[in-house]
């Protein structure tokens, strides 16, 4: 994971487009020394980080910094994702309550019919939309789902229907 001479030497042309400086033989095998454990995209990023937020010249320590910083900062975002398992049931459950509530908002009515037909694949030669995809649209020749993908989820037994209702307040919100 060593930076290779002309990879050091294109990380000090870019320097030295932002700050004027003069790049040497020197230059490029000491740069070469202080960035070892980096990658040239690595160094890149932080150079172009560096000439946006400061005003003084970027040295391989000033690189260093940020490389670490910006592995610390990804790390701790990778670690505050939630972990474990979901329970699928109490996740449905509470979708289903938010979308009742945004439906009830809106003053919009459930289509339970739509609903069912997502759940299924579309059987219709030149569309095959996926579970959870609407139909695809060939020119103007319909509006909405095939025909066909509703009888095949109403066979299927189609998908349950949503509570219309939202709750009165966060209380009556099972857990």
């Known amino acids: 994971m060593t930076l290779d001479r002309s990879e050091v030497a294109r990380l000090l042309g870019m320097t030295a487009s932002f700050d004027q400086r003069t790049v040497g033989q020197a ?14 995209g690595e160094c890149e990023a932080a150079i172009l980080e560096h000439a946006k ?12 910094v940020r490389i ?16 474990g398992t979901t ?13 009742a509530a945004i439906y009830a908002e809106m003053g919009w009515t459930y289509n339970a019919q739509r609903t069912a037909a997502m759940s299924v694949t579309c059987p ?37 229907p949503l509570e219309t209702s939202a709750p009165a307040s966060t209380e009556d919100v099972p857990t």
Not at 27 to 37: C, H, I, K, S
Not at 53 to 64: G, K, M, N, W, Y
Not at 87 to 99: I, L, N, P
Not at 149 to 157: D, Q, W
């Open 27 to 40: 230059d490029v095998a000491a740069w070469q020394a202080a960035l070892t454990g980096v990658t040239y």
């Open 53 to 64: 937020t400061s005003r003084e010249r970027v040295t391989p320590a000033d690189i260093l």
């Open 68 to 83: 670490r910083d910006s592995k610390r900062h990804r790390a701790e975002r990778l670690t505050a994702l939630p972990t």
């Open 87 to 99: 329970d699928r049931a109490k996740a449905t459950a509470a979708a289903k309550r938010g979308m």
């Open 124 to 160: 219709v030669a030149r569309c095959w939309a996926p579970v959870g995809r609407t139909c695809r649209k060939f020119g103007d020749r319909y509006q909405g789902m095939h025909r066909e993908r509703v009888t095949r989820a109403t066979a299927a037994g189609g998908a349950l």
